[in-house]
């Protein structure tokens, strides 16, 4: 009972961010029930159940490849590979068309490659493992791409640190090379590198306050963005062309209605796309007598 209670508890923990892991900085790729986020390259069927992305025997090769583009990072995903499925986590790929070991960085999955068994990248470097054996077991890779610089764990152990500066940036893809065997992934995250604040945590530097609205913006003693008193809007003196923006927010209201604006008009007021903000707790519903 106990030992099924843990089981229990592990799988619960599948495709989740540790409180850590969100104060460091980590985004789930994977919600763990869609493949949202996601788009398919080539004639590979991929499902999603039971918290894993698979793609089964049959159906050909192909990929599925991230919607969004990222440069620097640090990856992280378990994969399950049968002993005929022949496989790759794909980094900085070409954002359509098809993706190859030419074109992006193929961190390979096929323990019995000649040249580029699992920990490798191939036309890069190989794997210092001399025997690779992840079939039929879950395994994690640990992949870190920060300019040239190309670093990669498999199971807690680096199998190979490299330099390379064919490819800068691009989607992230999970390949499945051809009909055989059976492939499966999941707790794929990444944590972008190269972050850096926009708040300085003392006062509004860096920030310009669209005139005459009610808004009253402050930083507060814990170095906290603070706004009150009515609708107002605050931008970003910086102009930001593609980036991943992280920020943590708490509603001090049940319907309190905010948003975080990017890629605004300077100077305008509720302009660019907004992502929404608003937690509201109760619909009220009046009653229309005829």
């Known amino acids: 009972c106990l ?3 843990a089981a229990s508890a592990a799988e619960a923990k599948l495709n989740t961010l540790t ?24 004639q590979a069927q991929w499902t999603v159940a039971d918290g894993v992305i698979a793609s089964p025997a049959g159906g050909g090769g192909g990929m599925l490849a991230t919607t969004t583009e990222f440069a620097d990072y640090q990856l992280k995903a378990d994969f399950w ?30 323990d019995p490659h000649p040249k580029w ?33 190309l670093v990669v764990k498999l199971n807690g152990e680096t ?58 913006f402050s930083v507060t003693p814990e170095g906290w963005l603070n706004v009150k008193n009515g609708n107002g809007d605050l931008q970003s003196e910086g102009e930001y062309g593609d980036f991943i923006f992280q920020l943590d927010i708490i509603s001090n209201g049940d319907h309190l209605n905010s948003g975080v604006f ?3 008009l300077p100077g305008q007021f509720w302009s660019g796309y907004e992502s929404q903000i608003r937690n509201r707790t109760k619909v009220m519903l009046k009653r229309l007598d005829s």
Request: hydrophobic share 35%; glycine share 10%.
């Open 3 to 5: 030992s099924a209670l």
């Open 19 to 42: 409180p850590q892991e969100i104060a460091d900085g980590w985004i789930l790729l994977f919600d763990g029930e869609t493949q949202f986020g996601w788009a398919p390259r080539g």
């Open 81 to 110: 590979v049968d002993d005929q499925a022949n496989s790759g986590v794909f980094l900085r790929c070409p954002p359509a068309g098809d993706i190859t070991a030419t074109n992006a960085y193929e961190v390979n999955i096929f």
């Open 117 to 149: 068994p699992t920990g490798s990248i191939n036309e890069v470097g190989r794997t210092k493992q001399a025997k690779p054996q992840t079939v039929g077991k879950w395994n994690t890779y640990d992949l870190t791409a920060e300019g040239d610089h």
């Open 159 to 216: 199998t190979l640190d490299v330099r390379d500066s064919k490819q800068a940036r691009g989607p992230i893809a999970l390949q499945r090379y051809n009909e055989k065997g059976e492939i499966r992934f999941r707790n794929v995250k990444l944590r972008p590198l190269g972050l850096k604040s926009i708040l300085n945590g003392k006062d509004l530097t860096g920030w310009k306050e669209i005139p005459g609205r009610k808004s009253v």
């Open 262 to 264: 990017f890629r605004a």
